[in-house]
């Protein structure tokens, strides 16, 4: 049984040159695509490298105290925001109060102490003359009776009395002169407030009112609270940590990108950054600060031992220091720890891969944990006047 063909309907051909049109447009459309993406390619991203092996980072300042004691009072806790200078803890200060009213009594005593050695100085000159006084009498009872004797008009005892008076009187006043001398030598010709002995005393109490100043620990940065683990009671040292405050605009970004990326980065190159926490709706920028010195394998606590048997290599990844601009951050706050996405720019390479300059200022600095001591010296100053007669 032979099969009989079916002829074509008349609605097939005009089908297949209606598709033949839009075949080849879709051809065009995507020869075109192809070579956008390739110019583009060309252009845009062989001058680009990118990694989003990359986290915000930042400085934890750990807060720590100075002296020791008890804490009565946790003024702020997590996520609270904290300026330069503020009291974050308070320490009991009664030991701290004792301490110092010690210190005051001690440079008190050792006030009148040398008041008194000064006093005894024209005690000692007085007693000097005095005793030149009784050297110079019995000198001359001697002189008067060495005649008498060499006629024997006195008895040869009386003579030898006369003798031993003015030896006697010669000794006095060189135990006199010593003792003047020791008791210059303690002072010499020093001022009160500049002796030794007052300046120790006053150095002692300098330290206790610094010790009970430090009894309020401070923030010495503005930021926030975060890691708080002190609380009311506890008794603290100073290799306690208190809790950790973050500033939340010197942050930074290290992106780990693949040591096949990083010929052709260098330090100044523009970058841009953006983060999980906001999307592609928002574009950080920075710049390129540096490049660490070893991979993260090389720090590790148990570096690799490539030299041991079978080896199997493995890219290694590098961390490089990304910059952002603080308007940015300011407008749209990151988080130590966020993820991100980074792209260098690096179609300029007239940069250094490594930094050539020294950096002549501090990187960081802070001047809200140091004491002025003008009112401790005040205070010795009036202790000083009140004791010196």
């Given at each position: 049984m032979t099969s009989v063909e079916k002829p074509p309907s008349a609605t097939d051909t005009p089908s297949r040159k209606k598709r033949k049109p839009l075949l080849m447009l879709l051809l065009a459309a995507c020869i075109v695509i192809a070579i956008a993406y390739a110019l583009y390619w060309f252009l845009v991203l062989s001058h680009q490298q990118d990694t989003d092996d990359a986290y915000v980072a930042g400085n934890q300042v750990q807060i720590s105290p100075q002296v020791s004691g008890s804490v009565s009072k946790v003024w702020f806790d997590n996520t609270d925001?904290?300026?330069?200078?503020?009291?974050?803890?308070?320490?009991?200060?009664?030991?701290?109060?004792?301490?110092?009213?010690?210190?005051?009594?001690?440079?008190?005593?050792?006030?009148?102490?040398?008041?008194?050695?000064?006093?005894?100085?024209?005690?000692?000159?007085?007693?000097?003359e005095l005793k030149r006084t009784a050297l110079a009498q019995a000198e001359a009872d001697l002189a008067r009776r060495d005649p008498l004797a060499q006629r024997q008009l006195i008895g040869r005892e009386e003579l030898q009395h006369a003798r031993d008076t003015a030896a006697s009187a010669k000794a006095s006043l060189d135990v006199a002169i010593q003792q003047l001398n020791a008791n210059q030598a303690m002072i010499l010709n020093t001022p009160l407030d500049q002796q030794p002995v007052i300046q120790q005393s006053a150095a002692a109490l300098r330290d206790a009112w610094l010790a009970l100043q430090r009894t309020d620990?401070?923030?010495?940065?503005?930021?926030?609270?975060?890691?708080?683990?002190?609380?009311?009671?506890?008794?603290?040292?100073?290799?306690?940590?208190?809790?950790?405050?973050?500033?939340?605009?010197?942050?930074?970004?290290?992106?780990?990108?693949?040591?096949?990326?990083?010929?052709?980065?260098?330090?100044?190159?523009?970058?841009?950054?953006?983060?999980?926490?906001?999307?592609?709706?928002?574009?950080?920028?920075?710049?390129?600060?540096?490049?660490?010195?070893g991979t993260g394998s090389a720090f590790s606590l148990l570096p690799a031992q490539n030299a041991s048997g079978n080896w199997i290599k493995v890219v290694q990844r590098l961390p490089v220091r990304v910059s952002l601009d603080p308007q940015d951050l300011q407008q749209h706050p990151l988080r130590i720890g966020l993820s991100t996405q980074v792209t260098i720019d690096v179609s300029n390479t007239s940069g250094q891969a490594l930094a050539t300059v020294m950096r002549k200022s501090p990187a960081y600095e802070s001047d809200a944990l140091t004491l002025q001591l003008q009112q401790a010296d005040h205070i010795i100053q009036r202790i000083i006047a009140a004791n010196a007669g």
């Open positions: 925001l904290v300026h330069k200078g503020d009291i974050l803890v308070s320490l009991d200060k009664t030991d701290a109060n004792q301490t110092l009213n010690k210190a005051e009594t001690a440079l008190a005593s050792s006030v009148r102490q040398v008041r008194q050695l000064m006093i005894n100085t024209r005690q000692y000159q007085a007693n000097i620990i401070r923030s010495p940065i503005d930021g926030y609270v975060s890691r708080r683990s002190v609380q009311v009671g506890a008794q603290i040292t100073p290799s306690s940590a208190l809790m950790v405050v973050v500033p939340s605009q010197e942050l930074w970004v290290d992106a780990n990108f693949k040591e096949t990326q990083l010929a052709e980065v260098r330090i100044g190159q523009p970058v841009t950054v953006t983060a999980d926490i906001y999307g592609d709706a928002v574009t950080y920028h920075g710049k390129v600060v540096g490049l660490d010195m």
